[in-house]
Every structure is written in structure tokens, then in C-alpha cells.
């Protein structure tokens, strides 16, 4: 099985974190994906005073920050997993990625931080679940 966790670094995606750990420690063959997505800098107003690297440089460390939770849970149950980082609209992002890369399954928390702060079960997670053709179980 094939699972997919979009990881914000929140209590939220920590508590899916702990689900899929129990999933794992319980069913053999479980392959684990950690991905976190970043809302996408579109203002050309920032983009004229900051390359494109730099900009990469701040996705990517942002993108670690969030994931160090997820993957210090799962390290300390000594279960493989990959992580990914992602820049786009969030919810598009995690049902379109989840789809490329033929994925069984996603598991995610309810409420997250970031670009998903305000919401409880609220529009990423619906968005997620409407856009998504791959089964979708929501962590409160």
C-alpha cells in the first residue's frame, strides 16, 4: 500500500503521522510519502528583488522545517519513508500529485498551519476530497 501524508508540521498532520505509524507497524509493505506544499510567491513586486534560487532556497527550508516533525516520528518508530516538497495551490497539489504518482491512499489531518490555518475541515481538506480520485482518510 501506497500512502500519500501532506505534512505541515502541525498537531494535525503529526496526528496522521501517528496513524500511518500504526498502519505500518501492523501491515507489511506499506510504502510512506511525506509531502509538503508550499502556496506558490506570485507577486512580481517580491520576484524583482528576489531570485529564483533564493526563492527555491526559502521553499526548501521552509519545506524541511515542516517535514522534521513527520520524519522524526517516523524515524523514531524506525519506518522508511520518502518526503517531497511541492510549491503550488494546495489542495490541486496533493490530489494531483497523488494521482501522478499512483498513490492508494491519502491520510491527512484535519486542520493544518500555514496556507490551511483557518480552516477546520475546511477548504483544502474539502478541495483534497472533491479533487481526489485516490481514497481520502481524514486524522482529527
Excluded: W
Excluded at 513586486?45 to 526548501?60: G, P, T, V, W
Amino acid at each position: 500500500m501506497k500512502i500519500l501524508v501532506p505534512v505541515d508540521g502541525s498537531d494535525c498532520a503529526n496526528r496522521a503521522i501517528d496513524h500511518v505509524i500504526g498502519l505500518a507497524q501492523k501491515q507489511a509493505g506499506v510504502e510512506i510519502h511525506l509531502l509538503n506544499v508550499h502556496i506558490p510567491v506570485l507577486s512580481g513586486h517580491a520576484k524583482m528583488f528576489i531570485s529564483e534560487q533564493q526563492l527555491n532556497d526559502y521553499y526548501r527550508v521552509e519545506g524541511y522545517t515542516a517535514l522534521k516533525p513527520a520524519e522524526e516520528r517516523l524515524t523514531q518508530a524506525n519506518i522508511p519513508y520518502t518526503h517531497h516538497i511541492s510549491v503550488g495551490h494546495v489542495a490541486e497539489t496533493i490530489a494531483r500529485y497523488a494521482k501522478e504518482n499512483n498513490f492508494d491512499q491519502i491520510i491527512m489531518g484535519t486542520r493544518g498551519l500555514g496556507a490551511i490555518s483557518d480552516f477546520v475541515l475546511g477548504s483544502v481538506t474539502h478541495k483534497v476530497i472533491h479533487l481526489s480520485s485516490v481514497p481520502v482518510t481524514l486524522i482529527k
